[in-house]
């Protein structure tokens, strides 16, 4: 069975997301120290469990590929935790940071848009395949 070409779009897009959320993260940087009162001190701190969250992602956009349906269900699950944290950073820091608010706001909005991708009817039917639920 073929891969959806929605599928490889979604992958593609996925990691150019991480590649303009990375970007985004470093401007960034001052918001979220300022909202979350993160000592200079735990900056290794952060950037580790950062990084464990990257290879976690790319580990988890691998078993999308690999037509997991729970992977592209946790992919979801997931953007909703993150759209939850940027929503209260915007509403918070919007007037100190309006440039690093709408940048993040308009990651969120492409990423809602590579999430469609994954849930296209033709995905839809890969993945109900590679489960045995569609002959």
């Not at 990691?15 to 985004?24: E, F, P, R, S």
């Not at 349906?69 to 940071?97: E, I, P, V």
Request: glycine share 6%; net charge positive; aromatic share 18%.
């Amino acid at each position: 069975m073929n891969v959806p070409a929605c599928i490889h779009s979604f992958i593609r897009l996925s990691y150019i997301h991480l590649g303009l959320a990375a970007i985004v993260g470093f401007m960034s940087w001052p918001m979220v120290k300022k909202q979350a009162q993160i000592p200079s001190a735990a900056l290794f701190w952060v950037i580790l469990l950062l990084a464990v969250f990257l290879w976690l992602y790319i580990w988890l956009l691998g078993r999308v590929k690999a037509g997991r349906n729970w992977a592209r269900l946790l992919c979801f699950a997931l953007f909703f935790f993150g759209l939850s944290d940027d929503l209260l950073l915007a509403a918070k820091n919007f007037t100190h940071f309006p440039v690093t608010v709408m940048l993040r706001l308009g990651l969120d909005i492409f990423h809602v848009y590579i999430l469609l991708l994954a849930f296209r009817p033709e995905a839809n039917v890969w993945f109900g395949r590679r489960a045995g639920f569609v002959d």
